[in-house]
Nanobody
Framework: QVQLVESGGGLVQAGNSLRLSCAASGRTFSSYTMGWFRQAPGKEREFVAAISWSGVASYYADSVQGRFTISRDNAKNTVHLQMNILNADDTAAYYC??????????????????????WGQGTQVTVSS
């Protein structure tokens, strides 16, 4: 079992930065692929970023490529999402998710929310223009 708790959301002006954190419980944290998704009201949950169990490989949605950075610290059971140059389109509830690392990343399965086994409660990010 893995429990996830996000934090770090808030209200920021466009162009500013924000760093989200996800604290995980469970001694097998390092064996999970970790991802960040976001969801705006009335919209489907969309992929933002993911990081492999080792932290060597990371993946990003085109909309955040070059602006966001995902990282993990397995020793501390934490995952972070550094968000830079935020804009209004980034406004959403952000969710941390964990997926069992049983598949090759070449299939890009990590893009799909239903592939993840555990989810945090979400943290709200609001970007004012």
């Amino acid at each position: 079992q893995v429990q996830l708790v996000e934090s770090g959301g808030g209200l920021v002006q466009a162009g500013n930065s924000l760093r989200l954190s996800c604290a995980a419980s469970g001694r097998t944290f390092s064996s999970y692929t970790m991802g960040w998704f976001r969801q705006a009201p009335g919209k489907e949950r969309e992929f933002v970023a993911a990081i492999s169990w080792s932290g060597v490989a990371s993946y990003y949605a085109d909309s955040v490529q070059g602006r966001f950075t995902i990282s993990r610290d397995n020793a501390k059971n934490t995952v972070h999402l550094q968000m830079n140059i935020l804009n209004a389109d980034d406004t959403a509830a952000y969710y941390c998710a964990a997926a069992k690392s049983l598949k090759s990343y070449g299939s890009r399965w990590y893009l799909d929310a239903y592939e993840y086994d555990y989810w945090g409660q979400g943290t709200q990010v609001t970007v004012s223009s």
